[in-house]
């Protein structure tokens, strides 16, 4: 006899049994062998099995995603290469290029300026490679084959979250060593490491955009299409330039964007504030911790709902 245990959509994961010919024994049984009855030492067997709880088997199936995301990466190591290319190279653009020509108000280095609205500009791209990722999976059948599997179907959706938060953490470190080769000088201390997580929250509400997108287009070439839609919002944004300096109903417009209150804000924490003149400028800690909840309760029952439509 054979056992297994298996994950099934009860409370708990509960052994199942196996058995064929010539598995039941007569002496513990009394129906004589091959009779494939269970007998009184299989019984004894199966008892001694842990009994795991189901989120004990979530967060199994979550690693597993995790492990298989991050393999891909390792094997395939220039998708973190090009989701990092553009913005070091405007990096070097603007800060190089353009920077003399840049104005910061209040006076200051526009490089202090820009470092903190590109990690934002960085976070805020990685949704595209996010939508990427779950169209691949999902024209390619694999998203159905772990559907059709005995595991927790929010385990699909938690992992590409945590996978994408882990590459996150890469990107916004190999973006600061290089803004610091640049010259860039953060004050050190909590602030830093607030900052730095206030990025990564940023990262955490954009993911269900790209979960959604990716479960919405038909295919990877629509996914890199999206493209399109967020260089504006980058660029409608305090990333590259203060909305004061901007004319006034597009200087509001971007101070209302997401993306301003994440680069204001790690600004102030990097310790590069740029004073606004809006209510939101001058509360731009608050609006960043803000802006990635509104964001995730609006997109991660969309991508849920989604998610759960597709076998339909």
Request: hydrophobic share 50%.
């Amino acid at each position: 006899m054979s056992t297994r245990v298996s994950p099934g959509a009860g409370s708990d994961a509960r052994p199942s049994t196996a058995t064929g010919p010539g598995t039941g024994t007569g002496s513990d049984t009394g129906s004589g062998s091959g009779s494939g009855a269970l007998g009184l030492s299989d019984l004894t067997d199966l008892a001694d099995l842990p009994v795991r709880s189901r989120t004990y088997w979530l967060l199994a199936d979550v690693g597993n995603i995790v492990r298989r995301g991050l393999t891909h990466y390792r094997r395939q190591p220039v998708n973190i290469a090009w989701q990092l290319g553009f913005p070091i190279l405007s990096v070097l653009l603007y800060g190089y290029v353009f920077g003399s020509a840049m104005q910061v108000p209040g006076g200051g280095d526009y490089r202090d300026f820009l470092m903190p609205g590109m990690f934002a500009m960085t976070m805020a791209f990685g949704f595209i490679n996010t939508a990427t990722l779950v169209v691949h999976d999902s024209t390619k059948g694999v998203i159905d084959r772990f559907r059709s599997m005995p595991m927790a179907p929010s385990a699909v959706v938690a992992g590409r979250g945590v996978t994408d938060l882990l590459v996150a953490c890469a990107e916004l470190a190999i973006m600061m060593l290089t803004a610091l080769v640049m010259g860039w000088r953060p004050d050190a201390g909590p602030g830093f490491l607030a900052a730095f997580g206030l990025l990564l929250w940023l990262r955490f509400a954009l993911i269900w955009i790209g979960v959604w997108l990716g479960l919405l287009v038909p295919n990877p070439e629509a996914a890199g299409g999206l493209f399109v839609v967020a260089f504006p919002l980058t660029m409608i944004s305090s990333i590259y330039v203060a909305p004061q300096l901007m004319p006034d109903w597009l200087g509001w417009v971007a101070a209302w964007n997401p993306l301003s209150s994440t680069a204001a804000a790690t600004r102030e924490l990097f310790g590069t504030p740029v004073a606004g003149d809006s209510w939101i400028e001058r509360h731009a800690l608050l609006m960043a911790g803000v802006w990635p909840v509104v964001l995730t309760l609006v997109f991660l029952p969309l991508a849920v709902r989604r998610f759960r439509r597709l076998s339909r």
